[in-house]
């Protein structure tokens, strides 16, 4: 969802004259996207400022945008005064307004409002993919999750309309695209806001039967707004990816309901047996967080027991990090780094070898991959299949760069933990 934030950020300032240059030092305007989803990823950004203190002010602007701007506000001029110009991403529609009035002389400009009811969409938007396009189609989240800061840096949800949606998805299929990637923090609270009232489950549906769209992904879900619409929508239309991310967090429902993740484990695992009971073979992966306070060794145990049920194809896994705000701050039983960083490898360890199983299991299939890139000196291309799995592998024309964004049947000869390796087959 960054990554699409700042390709629609600098479509924008495109538009308006500006140009993007290779380094920083080349640059007059120097713009960070930040994350604060856990401590370091915000720590990481004070860093990163520190390194051009020297040169600031040197024809020289310092913007910080995103989760870190939303959350630290003000604070970041007195943290980092070489900075110009604070924005989360709640007032991007105003990045334009704002940029004008730093070229006026302003020292100090900030868009922190999380009071909007608009999305962030604009036809500028530069993309760095050639074959996926990113589309926001909800921004913001609604749910409360006891250890996460998205509700207070991202504000409340508001979906776009199904026709800037379709619009936008229109206009890729003509240029040439061939998957879309729908975005949001609860994509699966998708509410068209017009009278055609769509719900995600039609929305996918509808963006799958564009002309010339041969893939569409989705990120990210919650299991409680995971209906079943959205998978039977997914099992009848094979353009919707082999692919579901179901983030559980925990496998206790005590640390679930701690949580406030509004699941029980059993009524995530009904989805899951949704999932594994459909028409087509689907990859599920999850994300999950360790440590979360007031969790036990017997908590943590159900967790990697829940692994060993459900047979993930991979994972995110994070340690606890506490985040301003949130009601996990004051919760006792804090569980100590160490025992944090133990449990991190354990389950890390398992899932490994989960992967190492379920990969070797595809070995003789044939699987269809969109061509991504090269390894020039393997003498491989890089590929990706439905399940989003990587898989890379040798083609007779090894030189022939025009295998970009093609389509092709790839029969699996090898595997490890995170990729396959195969060969390039004609399907008989
Ligand atoms: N600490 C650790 N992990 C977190 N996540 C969200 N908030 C935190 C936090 N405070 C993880 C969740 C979420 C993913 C995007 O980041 O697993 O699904
Ligand atoms: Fe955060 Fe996701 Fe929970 Fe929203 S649903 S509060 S974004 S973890």
Known sequence: ?????????????????????????????????????????????????????????????????????????????????????????????????????????????????????????????????????????????????????????????????????????????EQGFTEIQLLGQNVNSYQDPSPAGWDFATMLSKVASVPGIRRVRYTTSHPRDFVKRIMDAMDENPVLCDHVHLPVQSGSSRVLAAMDRLYTRDEYMRRIDWIKSAKRKYSITTDIIVGFPGETDEDFQKTLDLLDEVQYDSLFSFKYSPRPKTAALEMADKVSEEDKQQRLLVLQEKQRAIQIRRNAELIGDIQEVLVEGRHASLGQWIGRTSSNRTLNFTHPDVGDESLMGKYLPVRVTRSGPNSLVGESATVV
């Open 1 to 173: 969802m960054n990554i699409h934030d700042s390709e629609k950020v600098i479509g924008t300032l495109a538009q308006q004259g500006y140009s993007q240059v290779e380094t920083p030092e080349e640059a007059g305007l120097v713009l960070y996207n930040t994350c604060s989803i856990r401590d370091k990823a915000e720590q990481k950004v004070f860093n990163r400022l520190q390194n051009f203190k020297k040169v600031a002010g040197k024809g020289k602007v310092f913007g910080v945008l995103g989760c870190v701007a939303q959350q630290e506000g003000e604070k970041i001029f007195d943290k980092a005064p070489h900075v110009s110009l604070v924005v989360g991403s709640a007032s991007y529609t105003k990045l334009g307004e704002m940029l004008v009035q730093i070229e006026n002389g302003e020292r100090r400009v900030t868009g922190l409002s999380l009071d909007t009811e608009e999305t962030f969409d604009t036809p500028f938007t530069r993309r760095d993919n050639p074959n996926r396009a990113y589309i926001t189609i909800i921004e913001g989240c609604d749910k409360s999750c006891a250890y996460c800061v998205v509700p207070f840096t991202r504000g409340p949800e508001r979906s776009r309309t199904s026709e800037s949606v379709m619009a936008e998805a229109g206009r890729l299929a």
